[in-house]
């Protein structure tokens, strides 16, 4: 075989529903020489980034950790520890990672109801209490940042709501975390996942993971395995928690990426680092807006670090892509289920949220527009980006 050169792939601006680009102080932490995963100084680094953890999920939950996979394994982790055979579930679906949630749900033998939203929109309280009062649950599952409709889920209500009715909260944090607001506590949320790629500037490959007391008295109550073992929190505990007892070689390096994310998060401050997320949506919309593209989701519900609008008719949506990340080296996402071929999704997520991407990004979107037959005003996107600035 010839074997292939030098890895040297052309560089990229990520401001796609994700992965982001990894903050610089992410990618040089990932430089540092490998520890054994049971040696006293790692063991001492996976301390510190469980309490940065806590500090950035806003709880005191003692098993908060990164698992050592992707965000779909937290979705996973959470869900088969909590569920057995012939438990109920309910999950809110206004999405397409709502849906993957039900097929996740459904292949742990529950007993499950969806509760359906047209893509884009969000629930209200009163829908979610009638479901919960007719089947009374042990689990209700929603997505609180939908990365296909760009829909923001208000949750700050709805924990309360489920203790009502002795139901555990399980909320997708993937697109949240690190972006917007994440109390667990405050909003009495029994289980939470996310992802290391988007709001925490890192590469993809751990999701960081949190469940509450009365989600831990749950899994202790198991009259069943947890039917994986690789996820089985009755085994990682023993490894995230006191004894750091052995359970799995973890993904050093990823840990020690995580860590700093964190790092900058907590540097930042998050009041200021969710209005930066804000700050640069609200000019990125402006920009888009000049460009007469329109937001999927409603006003008050649109997630700050990712913008879902609709791709006018006479744009071809694979052409337009191509066109920016060939000639511009921008990505950004293309429409999932409902909006396949409808929508394009624009990320300003952690490292992205940054003025600069946006006025890229609305730079090369007015010449991709224009080449495709859309009548723009040449400039109006970034001079409706600028505008915004200078009032905020």
């Known amino acids: 075989m010839t074997i292939p050169g030098q890895l040297n792939p052309s560089p990229r601006l990520l401001l796609g529903p994700g992965p982001s680009d990894a903050h610089p102080r992410v990618l040089s932490v990932m430089s540092t020489p490998l520890l054994g995963h049971l040696d006293p100084q790692f063991l001492e680094i996976m301390t510190e980034t469980q309490d940065m953890l806590r500090a950035v999920y806003q709880t005191r939950n003692l098993l908060t950790f990164p698992v050592s996979a992707t965000g779909m394994a937290g979705m996973e982790t ?25 097929d996740v749900v459904g292949r742990t033998g529950a007993e499950l109801t969806v509760l359906n939203r ?14 919960l009062k007719r089947v009374r649950p042990k689990v209700l599952g929603i997505v609180h940042a939908e990365t296909s409709t760009g829909a923001l889920q208000p949750v ?21 975390l690190g972006c ?22 890192c590469p993809p490959g751990l999701s960081p993971v949190s469940l509450s007391e009365r989600a ?59 209005a930066r997320h804000v700050r640069n949506h609200l000019a990125l919309k ?20 990712l913008n879902a609008v609709r791709i006018p008719d006479a744009v071809d949506d694979v052409a337009g892509r191509k066109r920016l990340l060939i000639e511009f080296g921008i990505e950004i996402g293309g429409g999932l289920g409902d909006f396949k071929g409808k929508a394009w999704r624009i ?25 495709a037959g859309v009548k723009v005003e040449a400039g109006s996107g970034v ?4 505008k915004a600035y200078a009032l905020g």
């Open 78 to 102: 959470c869900f088969v520890n909590l569920i057995e055979p012939g438990d109920k579930v309910v999950l809110c679906v206004k999405g397409y990672f709502g849906t993957r949630m039900v």
């Open 118 to 131: 047209p893509w884009g929109e969000v629930f209200d309280l009163d829908q979610v209490r009638d479901t």
């Open 156 to 176: 700050d209500q709805l924990g309360k709501l489920c203790h009502e009715f002795d139901t555990l909260l399980v909320t997708d944090c993937v697109t949240s």
């Open 180 to 201: 917007v607001p994440v109390k667990l506590d405050a909003w009495e949320i029994d289980a939470a996942f996310s992802c290391s790629q988007k709001g925490l500037s």
């Open 216 to 274: 831990m008295a749950a899994l202790k109550a198991r009259k069943t395995k947890v039917q994986s073992w690789y996820l089985d929190l009755t085994s990682i505990q023993s490894y995230w928690g006191g004894d750091r007892a052995y359970h799995h070689t973890a993904p050093i390096t990823m840990v020690y990426a995580i860590r700093e994310g964190l790092r900058l998060v907590l540097e930042e401050g998050l009041e200021a680092r969710f």
């Open 286 to 305: 402006a920009g888009l807006t000049a460009l007469g593209l329109k937001y999927i989701a409603g006003e008050g519900h649109q997630l700050p670090q």
């Open 347 to 371: 990320g300003l997520m952690g490292q992205n949220s940054r003025p600069n991407c946006v006025f890229q990004v609305l730079a090369a979107l007015e010449l991709v527009l224009r080449g």
């Open 383 to 386: 001079g409706a980006a600028e």
